[in-house]
């Protein structure tokens, strides 16, 4: 089997050592890629700071047209990088494809957004002691870009980082996560294709005990992670004068109200409590259901869930495939079996196969119990009855988490309840906290991360304002 390159400044790349890639399904070799040494390291980071001048001052069309470039690149070799992502993270290979459409977009979404970013003008000559005076205003790059992501969604959330820093004119470094690098090197090959300069990206497979090195160094003033809490909120406290942005975990909540289309509201929340198998930060974990149907939702939710298709991700019918590793899978089901052991019961699931837990719905959980408090990560959800709106709102509230929340109901008087009331940075009305649309700003408030992805909220983040005040002028 071939060694992948990683890309060093915009080039292909071989280190001293490789890895290699293994599916969570079956145990096949997916890939083998070659590991950057410290020295290799070193020239990226000194790559992207040399470049740094040169990216902000690259014209609207070139940052434009690379950004076309890899979402028609993307789409030609669509069904290549699916089957990669199944290979590598052990998603259904239908939800692959679906993460492949979805990172078109967000490269195509970056293009447009890049042609449309443009400086402001404001008169100041609103008091006399400025007469004269015109301001204008526009948005400069922060600088090198520390782009560190996850495993579950290894070619989407690594575009959510590269394209808007590309779009603002900063040079890129991704650390992609070990489990996953092969979809991130494919992406590396097709913005190697492009008019960037070199150094204006690097995608740097490292252990993730090196990373810690990139996160201090000065030259990267701006680190952006998504991954879980604990690593998120380290790096924060590491380099507390940087500019960090952490989209971090949650238990996302969908609240089923009286009024709600109960088969709607069940079949959603089954299949997006699953979808990734869980492995979704906004995945359906607490679903909170007013007392009054709870017992027609649950049967209806059961039988959803019942009729879930689990099992080999490259099966075109598959909804349901492995975690990312047995390791993952032994800690969900241990915290099943620990809920279940305080009291839990279990309406489906409750089993595991190697690396796949099979979709999992408890109730009668204790409030303490880490399936309730804690992210699961896994495809395991548990049903609260409650009785009213006014605690079903609390009861969201009550985690320590605040990324996004679904609600199910007919009463636009409880939509605009929920948004002002439930403590999340965004509230889905009748759908599944699940949902996200690329260009949409997308984040977390408490526990959930600080800062917004979605391509123009990320390109704000990645930018300051700057004023340019021009005198004397006939206005």
């Avoid at 039988?303 to 993952?328: H, I, N, R």
Wanted: with cysteine.
């Amino acid at each position: 089997m071939d060694v992948r390159s990683f890309w060093l400044a915009g080039r292909p790349a071989t280190g001293d050592r490789e890895l290699t890639v293994t599916n969570s399904h079956d145990g096949r070799v997916v890939g083998t890629y070659s590991v950057p040494t410290d020295a290799q390291v070193e020239e990226a980071v000194a790559a992207a700071a040399a470049v740094q001048k040169e990216a902000a001052a690259l014209p609207v069309h070139v940052r434009a047209e690379a950004l076309a470039h890899v979402a028609k690149r993307l789409a030609e070799r669509h069904e290549e990088i699916a089957q990669l992502i199944t290979g590598e993270n052990g998603k259904p290979i239908f939800w692959a494809r679906g993460e492949v459409n979805r990172a078109i977009s967000t490269f195509r979404f970056a293009a447009e957004e890049t042609r449309r970013w443009s400086g402001g003008v404001q008169r100041l000559d609103t008091e006399p002691a400025a007469a004269g005076r015109l301001a204008y205003v526009s948005r400069q790059p922060k600088g090198p870009v520390l782009a560190i992501t996850p495993f579950n969604f290894p070619l989407n959330l690594v575009a959510h980082k590269v394209a808007p820093a590309i779009a603002v004119g900063a040079p890129v470094i991704v650390k992609p996560a070990p489990a996953t690098p092969l979809s991130s090197l494919v992406l590396g090959e097709i913005l190697a294709e492009t008019d960037l300069p070199a150094g204006m990206f690097s995608v740097l497979p490292v252990e993730n005990e090196r990373a810690s090195a990139l996160v201090q160094d000065p030259r990267l003033p701006v680190v952006s992670f998504t991954g879980s809490g604990p690593v998120g909120y380290a790096i924060m406290d590491q380099v507390p004068r940087k500019h960090v942005t952490l989209e971090l975990g949650g238990n996302a909540a969908a609240v089923v109200l009286a009024d709600a289309d109960l088969d709607w509201a069940a079949s959603r929340v089954a299949l997006f409590s699953n979808y990734q198998a869980g492995q979704s930060c906004i995945a359906v974990q607490r679903v909170i259901v007013e007392e009054s149907v709870r017992a027609a939702f649950e049967e209806k939710l059961v039988e959803a869930v019942a009729g879930l298709v689990t099992g080999d991700p490259l099966d075109e019918k598959t909804q349901v495939g492995p975690l990312v590793s047995v390791a993952a899978a032994e800690r969900v089901a241990a915290w099943v079996d620990e809920a279940v052991a305080s009291g839990a019961r279990v309406l489906a699931g409750g089993t595991r196969d190697g690396a796949t837990v099979a979709p999992t719905v408890l109730t009668d959980v204790p409030a303490d119990a880490k399936v309730s408090c804690e992210e699961v990560f896994g495809p395991v959800m548990i049903v609260k009855p409650v009785a009213s709106v006014d605690e079903a709102f609390a009861e969201v509230n009550s985690s320590k988490y605040g990324l996004q929340a679904g609600v199910f109901t007919r009463s636009l008087d409880v939509a605009f309840r929920a948004n002002r009331e439930l403590e999340v940075g965004g509230v889905i009305i009748g759908d599944v906290p699940s949902y996200r649309a690329d260009q949409m700003p997308y984040g977390g408030v408490k526990e959930s991360g600080v800062g917004r992805e979605g391509v123009h909220s990320a390109m704000e983040d990645l930018t300051y304002e700057k004023v340019m005040v021009l005198t004397g002028l006939s206005l």
